[in-house]
């Protein structure tokens, strides 16, 4: 503490930090300023009132932020789901347009204070939390969640080490699940038709164990029960993405049949103690709420395969489809019998489908063992090779072609390990098509989803690789079937879909998918270089420096040229056009 009178008095102290503010408040801003200062300060008399009464002061609520101290780590976290609960009911009842959505931010640190303010680490650190939340989330720091794991009856997702901008050593991220306090929108989903095949959906199994370390068990079993079913081209089957939408949440059956447009639901709880586990499960008619088949199965943990393949075959008589012989076999199919190597497989399952470089490292510690236990465990092999394929396409490799020949060579062993596991050829597509073999990349595709038509990972890689092949228009109608799988679909596949549309000379489109995109993710790089690039195209050379503008402060580092090495177009021209788009706009050297 410094002696100076001129100094201000300064001290420290260990304190729980609160960051929020609100997604795409600029965006806001600009198509109704008026309006949107306020809803914001109606926002804020509803939000600010909380702080306090959870034991936390105000320190700044400067713009669209809020920044807030907690003498205790459990008040943060409980003010703000609360915060995010009372944000959901309110845009419930507010225009689709005009919704706010903040992300929070939790650390818990040493801060320096005087009178007025908060500095150091402690805050940076809850500030960047906030920065890489999802709208409407949480992030907590490692040393947060430490705090309040065990003494909330919450779900925390690890999204492994995180390198935070400014900030010099990675920090462990979670985010707590958003089912505790989102809830269904009816106002904003339409109704989907029903197709003329039966058509499920198959809801994340409730944890019923108490113990949130278990969710990945429960999770895992209604994932495979999805993939199962996704087999049978006589079933229509939603996607995991939007049926674990609702997860955590008290659901309306007739609403979630609207919504994704199918007329069963199938709901269901996991308790796992010991050696022993009860599964139950419940399909029930959409559109009469009926109960059309309830089962409750208690058996030994050795018998949870057993267990899936009689569920599955349950629900399949339920709907009165009749299987051929070789689709009963398909579907009893289990490639271990070993529940510790299908345990680690599902955590490790989970971790790789994150996507991040330190889940990937987490995904192949855990994979590891299972094969340790069962060397020919195809799925884990397949989900090792997906996280190599995630290192080279994203440049986290050091080698980065020793990474690719990783994954084509794991999953070229899961395929031979397993002919008939369709995920085993999804991965071996997708890391052909980023070895520029086409063909064959296109071949396996096709095999995933000969062997699981109702696959819409199969079906969304497809498209991918129609889009790089030069097929865009073939990609654009697979993309359609996608959509169709996975109603509530992540705003990626509509990346995909705006650059098939580019492809086209479909600018215009392009830029309208794009938008719609970068409202569900306003950090991303690659949208911003393809919308500069469509403005270009259109002669909107303003709205094109602004968009590379954008794309500049989001990643100072993106480099054009890794882009060309890295892409895998067969006909160059396409991102020869793209480049061509943004000449126009004279961001490139001609």
């Known amino acids: 503490m410094s002696d100076n009178p001129a100094n201000p008095k300064v001290s420290r102290r260990l304190a729980a930090i609160l960051a929020a503010d609100i997604s795409g408040y600029s965006a806001l801003m600009g198509a109704d300023d008026v309006r949107t200062v306020r809803d914001l300060k109606g926002h804020q008399t509803a939000l600010l009132p909380m702080i306090a009464e959870h034991g936390g002061r105000v320190i700044d609520t400067a713009g669209d932020g809020i920044l807030a101290e907690f003498a205790s780590v459990i008040n943060a976290v409980e003010c703000a789901v609360a915060m995010q609960k009372t944000m959901a009911e309110r845009n419930a009842m507010a225009d689709p347009a005009c919704r706010m959505q903040f992300r929070i931010g939790i650390n818990i640190g040493d801060v320096i204070h005087d009178e007025t303010r908060l500095y150091g680490d402690g805050v940076n650190v809850a500030a960047r939390l906030e920065g890489i939340a999802e709208?409407?989330?949480?992030?907590?720091s490692g040393e947060a969640h430490g705090q309040v794991h065990r003494?909330?009856?919450?779900?925390?997702?690890?999204?492994?080490?995180?390198?935070?901008?400014?900030?010099?050593?990675?920090?462990?991220?979670?985010?707590?699940?958003?089912?505790?306090?989102?809830?269904?929108?009816?106002?904003?989903?339409?109704?989907?038709?029903?197709?003329?095949?039966?058509?499920?959906?198959?809801?994340?199994?409730n944890n019923m164990s108490g113990e949130a370390e278990q969710e990945y068990f429960s999770d895992g079993i209604s994932e495979d029960i999805i993939t199962d079913l996704s087999k049978l081209s006589e079933l229509h089957v939603i996607a995991r993405n939007s049926t674990f939408t609702y997860k955590g949440q008290a659901v309306d059956v007739k609403q979630v049949g609207r919504e994704l447009g199918v007329r069963y639901v199938l709901e269901g709880s996991v308790r796992k103690s010991g050696n022993r586990v009860r599964v139950t499960g419940q399909l029930i008619d959409a559109i009469s709420g009926a109960h059309i088949w309830a089962e409750r199965f208690d058996r030994d943990l050795t018998d949870i395969f057993a267990v899936q393949d009689?569920?599955?075959?349950?629900?399949?008589?339920?709907?009165?489809?009749?299987?051929?012989?070789?689709?009963?076999g398909r579907l009893a199919?289990?490639?271990?019998?070993?529940?510790?190597?299908?345990?680690?497989?599902?955590?490790?399952?989970?971790?790789?489908?994150?996507?991040t470089?330190?889940?990937?490292?987490?995904?192949?510690?855990?994979?590891?063992?299972?094969?340790?236990?069962?060397?020919?465990f195809a799925a884990a092999h397949a989900y090792v090779a997906l996280t190599h394929v995630t290192d080279y396409n994203n440049g986290w490799a050091e080698v980065p072609e020793e990474s690719l020949e990783t994954a084509l060579e794991m999953a070229g062993h899961a395929v031979a390990m397993d002919e008939e596991d369709p995920h085993a050829h999804f991965v071996l597509a997708v890391a052909l098509v980023w070895n520029r073999e086409h063909q064959r990349a296109f071949a396996e595709i096709q095999r995933c989803l000969a062997l699981a038509p109702g696959s819409a990972e199969g079906h969304l890689a497809k498209a991918n690789i129609q889009y790089y092949i030069g097929n865009a228009t073939e990609a654009i109608d697979t993309l359609n079937a996608y959509m169709r799988l996975d109603p509530l679909y992540p705003e990626m596949?509509?990346?995909?879909?705006?650059?098939?549309?580019?492809?086209?000379?479909?600018?215009?489109?392009?830029?309208n998918t794009l938008k719609r995109r970068l409202e569900r993710n306003?950090?991303?790089?690659?949208?911003?270089?393809?919308?500069?690039?469509?403005?270009?195209?259109?002669?909107?050379?303003?709205?094109?420096?602004?968009?590379?503008?954008?794309?500049?402060?989001?990643?100072?580092?993106?480099?054009?040229?890794?882009?060309?090495r890295i892409l895998p177009f067969r006909d160059s021209r396409i991102f020869d056009d793209r480049m061509a788009g943004l000449r126009k706009a004279g961001l490139l050297e001609s």
Not at 135 to 140: E, F, H, R, V, Y
Not at 190 to 202: E, N, Q, R
Request: proline share 6%.
């Open 135 to 140: 709208p409407g989330g949480i992030c907590l």
């Open 151 to 205: 003494k909330l009856p919450l779900t925390f997702i690890d999204l492994g080490e995180q390198q935070l901008k400014n900030i010099s050593v990675p920090v462990r991220v979670y985010r707590i699940d958003r089912g505790h306090f989102t809830t269904a929108a009816p106002s904003t989903q339409p109704t989907l038709a029903f197709l003329d095949k039966p058509s499920i959906a198959v809801l994340a199994f």
């Open 310 to 328: 009689e569920l599955t075959q349950q629900i399949i008589s339920a709907l009165k489809i009749r299987l051929a012989p070789e689709q009963k």
């Open 333 to 355: 199919r289990k490639n271990t019998g070993d529940v510790e190597a299908y345990s680690l497989l599902l955590r490790g399952r989970e971790q790789a489908l994150l996507m």
């Open 357 to 376: 470089k330190s889940n990937g490292l987490e995904a192949r510690r855990l994979l590891a063992r299972a094969i340790e236990i069962n060397p020919g």
């Open 493 to 511: 596949a509509l990346y995909f879909l705006a650059q098939a549309q580019a492809a086209l000379g479909q600018y215009e489109a392009s830029v």
């Open 522 to 564: 306003p950090n991303s790089a690659t949208s911003y270089a393809l919308l500069a690039s469509c403005y270009g195209h259109l002669g909107m050379f303003p709205e094109s420096r602004a968009a590379w503008a954008e794309l500049r402060k989001i990643d100072p580092s993106y480099s054009i040229e890794w882009r060309r």
